[in-house]
């Protein structure tokens, strides 16, 4: 039986892959249980420096299976979605809460779950052709996999319940106006973009990466004595790591930084 969830090691990088094609990868239990398991592992694998999450075949992810939903409707479905969603939810946490960069490369249909999969992703980048919706309120649901608590903050409330009321599809280059796509390139690209891209980042310092994005995420719920207090604790944290030494030797020799991630 072909796995859900694939992961391919290159170096530092590892590159998730959403493996339910005939499906547009739309999320059941089996892709949510085996994507918590994926980030799960590739959160505590030191050797990782850099996670690509990608969609094979047409499209990024379409979203929940209705076909899933149908076959329980009347029944259980309740109990279904909540297994699959606590399941989800937890490879969300999991991708935010690791301590290196984790980059979303979109192309086709990123709608709903997958959507909200992508806002939760570190950085995104998207093929030309792809397109976004946060479909839900077409099927009569509300969001999840953490959209209402991204979307306020990266386009603000009023353009967030657009997005989610309204549901309208739209493209990359509004998804990256909107600030929800960090570059878009074209379809023939979004690979070889890609790799650039994780592979600049896992030559990165990848414990100061960690602690950037941990104080990005506290940000989100912090004051700012809070907040500065956090900044000076791991800014002295950084400086007894072997990068940070390699980062001013490199700075005042004029040359470029050599970073093991240690």
């Not at 990256?176 to 390139?185: H, P, R, S, T």
């Amino acid at each position: 039986m072909t796995s859900p969830v694939l992961v391919e090691r290159r170096g530092a990088i590892a590159t998730v892959t959403l493996n339910r094609p005939e499906r547009l990868n739309a999320i059941d239990r089996g892709l949510g249980e085996a994507l918590r398991e994926t980030m799960l592992a590739l959160e505590l694998d030191g050797a990782v420096r850099a996670v690509v999450l990608r969609g094979a075949g047409a499209g990024f992810m379409a979203g929940g299976d209705l076909n899933v939903f149908r076959e329980h409707m009347g029944a259980d479905l309740d109990r279904v979605i909540l297994d699959i969603t606590h399941a989800f939810h937890d490879a969300i946490v999991s991708m935010r809460r690791m301590a290196k960069p984790v980059i979303a490369s979109v192309h086709g249909a990123c709608a709903g779950a997958g959507f909200s999969t992508a806002m939760a992703c570190d950085l995104v980048i998207a093929a030309d052709t792809a397109f976004f919706t946060l479909a839900y309120s077409l099927i009569g649901a509300s969001p999840d996999g953490s959209s209402t608590f991204f979307l306020p903050r990266l386009v603000g409330m009023h353009k967030a319940m657009e997005l989610v009321l309204l549901a309208d599809r739209f493209d990359a280059a509004k998804a990256a106006e909107l600030g929800l796509v960090n570059m878009v390139v074209p379809e023939s690209a979004l690979e070889a973009e890609t790799a650039t891209l994780a592979e600049r980042l896992a030559a990165g310092p990848t414990l100061a990466y960690g602690r950037a994005k941990a104080l990005l995420n506290r940000s989100l719920g912090s004051d700012l004595a809070d907040q500065l207090d956090a900044e000076a604790q791991n800014i002295a944290a950084c400086s007894a790591t072997r990068d940070f030494a390699e980062g001013v030797a490199a700075f005042l020799e004029k040359r470029k930084p050599s970073f093991q991630g240690t």
